[in-house]
């Protein structure tokens, strides 16, 4: 019998709060463990239309708290953030790259391609975890995902239509 494959930190973290943010009307954008200097952060980005509010932040926050200690899925001290992905926020799952078909995103690769790391382009396409990119001119690109060091939204930063 094949030995199951044992959930990562961030796997275990993303199960646990997936049906609290679900009850609460959130989408879980995305869930990272990481570590800065000497201190290890769980953070949660949350989503929901129309925008996520400090206080959405805080409840989902109290919901969660308590199961992560229950389930005590890191054994390490470690701080808890909650935020919205933002504004210019980063493409990190398929769901993500379907959505925003047609948006404007940067691309930044690990590696450079002739000198070039960062790229900007119209999101035209993800498929077989492949991100393919409009960058004007009759330009087309194409970066594995495993290639990008991320893939984000641009904000035009434009309000009411007029350029600031």
Not at 30 to 35: A, I, L, P, Q
Request: net charge negative; proline share 5%; charged share 35%.
């Amino acid at each position: 019998m094949p030995k199951e494959k044992k959930k990562n930190t961030v796997a275990i973290c993303e199960e646990l709060a997936a049906p609290v943010a679900r009850e609460m009307g959130l989408e879980l954008w995305d869930v990272r463990f990481e570590k800065e200097g000497s201190g290890w952060y769980l953070r949660y980005f949350l989503d929901k239309e129309g925008g996520v509010t400090i206080d959405d932040c805080e409840r989902f926050s109290r919901a969660v708290d308590p199961l992560l200690d229950q389930a005590d899925p890191i054994e390490q001290s470690y701080c808890l953030e909650v935020s919205s992905p933002g504004v210019e926020r980063e493409l990190v799952k398929p769901a993500h790259f379907a959505r925003y078909l047609g948006s404007p995103v940067r691309l930044r690769l690990i590696r450079p391609v002739d000198g070039v790391r960062e790229f900007e382009g119209i999101l035209t396409g993800y498929e077989n975890d492949t991100v393919t990119l409009d960058l004007g001119e009759e330009m087309e690109m194409q970066a594995a995902r495993s290639e990008t060091a991320y893939v984000r939204l641009i904000d035009d930063y434009s309000y009411g239509g007029e350029e600031q």
